[in-house]
Nanobody, 115 residues
Framework: VQLQASGGGLVQAGGSLRLSCTAS????????MGWYRQAQGGQRELVAR???????NYADSVKGRFTISRDNAKNTMYLQMASLKPEDTATYYC??????????WGQGTQVTVSS
């Protein structure tokens, strides 16, 4: 299973972006899925995760602004980001725990929020 992240870009503070993470095969076998981010010079932190039955967890810093979801029919997970802040600037990585084979990571997608 391979994961492909997309959707990053440059946005002004207060703006929105939607990240996508598409799997090379069915995501029914991937549980949980989620997003980490890493700012330049910083540590990687968990942003959000979602289980196969739709339960979600968010970092306190993004609660109320970010929404994680998954579309099993499209083999894709999303991270809808709203009210973006400069401190959200980071490289975002999607991940998924495959039932057989461990954790898979997508390549990073850069999100830059200008003030």
């Amino acid at each position: 299973v391979q994961l492909q992240a997309s959707g990053g870009g440059l946005v002004q503070a207060g703006g929105s972006l939607r990240l996508s993470c598409t799997a090379s095969s069915s995501i029914f076998i991937i549980n949980p899925m989620g997003w980490y981010r890493q700012a330049q010079g910083g540590q990687r932190e968990l942003v959000a995760r979602i289980t196969d039955d739709g339960r979600t967890n968010y970092a306190d810093s993004v609660k109320g602004r970010f929404t994680i979801s998954r579309d099993n029919a499209k083999n894709t997970m999303y991270l809808q980001m709203a009210s973006l802040k400069p401190e959200d600037t980071a490289t975002y990585y999607c991940f998924g725990k495959v039932s057989v084979g461990g954790v898979r990571w997508g390549q990073g997608t850069q999100v830059t929020v200008s003030s």
